[in-house]
């Protein structure tokens, strides 16, 4: 257990160490880290965003948080909560430690014309990962059965509640222009339960 908790650990820890941006560029390499090692599943991560996104705090915390959860649940319930402590930690460390160092350097580091330098390069990399992020979840939600990597298109699992939920909700975003997130996702949740108990 402690062997898959330092592993574990330490994927959280290059996640959180390589991702600029935010929470939605750390979806790719959450994706290739833990998806691709077999630690979870492409459904489970997606579901996870979903959990992630619907309560509050950051995003990348709150996957961290689920997954080590997720990834201790066969040694019990202390295993469950050590998993979540440790990878909570693990993702937000880095962000701790380069902040440290930004302070300690101070403004100079900031000023410096290869840090922006560096800045500017990745800024259409984080925009590239967010819009990868974002069509992957719209096909995702629409198509689950859909697998890329193997080339497996299974339309027969067409998933249009979450379609007709979606498009309810870029209508919506158009026409009202000033309208809170806050109020889309409760929006998005009571038309869940209406679409999904009707049909």
């Not at 939605?24 to 959990?51: K, T």
């Not at 198509?143 to 309810?168: A, G």
């Amino acid at each position: 257990m402690i062997l898959e908790l330092l592993n574990l650990a330490w994927i959280f820890f290059k996640i959180g160490l390589f991702t600029f941006g935010g929470g939605y560029a750390m979806i790719p390499l959450m994706e290739s880290e833990l998806v691709g090692r077999g630690l979870i599943d492409v459904n489970m991560l997606y579901d996870f965003i979903g959990i992630a996104e619907s309560t509050p705090g950051p995003i990348a915390i709150n996957m961290a948080t689920f997954i080590g959860n997720e990834a201790m649940v066969q040694y019990g319930f202390l295993a469950r909560i050590l998993g979540s402590i440790v990878m909570t930690t693990a993702v937000a460390l880095p962000s701790f430690i380069i902040i440290l160092l930004i302070a300690s350097l101070g403004s100079q580091f900031l000023e410096s014309r290869l840090v922006k330098e560096a800045f500017k390069g990745l800024k259409p990399t984080v925009i590239g990962l967010i819009l990868s992020v974002s069509i992957g979840l719209m096909i995702r939600l629409i198509f689950p059965m859909i697998s890329f990597k193997e080339l497996v298109f299974d339309w027969s699992v067409f998933q249009f509640h979450n379609l007709v939920i979606f498009l309810i909700l870029v209508l919506l975003s158009i026409r009202i222009k000033k309208i809170s997130p806050i109020k889309m996702i409760l929006l998005g949740a009571v038309l869940g339960m209406i679409i999904y108990s009707t049909f």
